[in-house]
């Protein structure tokens, strides 16, 4: 009577152990693809407008014969400029950062830009990120080809 017993709270156990895990990696999904509101507008191209504050065609396909251009604006209120901005692009097929912008923000920050060195790097997925103060705030997946 005991082993029945036994068995029947290994199994309870085990389907409420599943489903725990089956929940955690649905919400880990739908957070992932559903980001926050993020206030700062992320633009990146390839060709800059004539005072070089903007991105004429942005977009997430580029060649890498071509320098990229990734510019974070910031919203004019609601945020306060006291962190340390860092920039990121990451190699989706390596995981490595392969090239990186720190900017102390101060009350003078509006905008952000970061001019890609993408000339050498391989053709493939990047992905690039804006976080503040180790806190992600926005990012663009973005392919390089030839």
């Known amino acids: ?37 993020n206030p700062f507008n992320l633009q990146m191209g390839q060709k800059l407008n004539a005072d070089q504050t903007a991105v ?10 071509k320098p990229i251009y990734v510019i974070a604006d910031y919203p004019e209120e609601g945020i306060t400029r006291d962190h ?13 950062v392969v090239q990186k912008l720190e900017v102390n923000e101060d009350d003078s920050t509006k905008q952000i830009r970061m001019d890609l060195d993408n000339a050498n790097w391989e053709p493939g997925i990047y992905e690039f990120t804006l976080a503040r103060s180790g806190t992600m705030v926005g990012s663009i997946n973005f392919s390089l080809h030839e």
């Open 1 to 37: 009577m005991n082993t029945k017993r036994n068995q029947l709270i290994a199994i309870v156990g085990g389907s409420v152990a599943v489903v725990a895990i089956i929940a955690l990696v649905i919400f880990l999904v739908y957070a992932r693809s559903t980001p926050q509101n």
């Open 56 to 65: 004429t065609d942005n977009g997430t396909s580029f060649s890498r014969t």
């Open 84 to 96: 340390i901005a860092i920039l990121s692009v990451i190699s989706e097929s390596s995981g490595k």
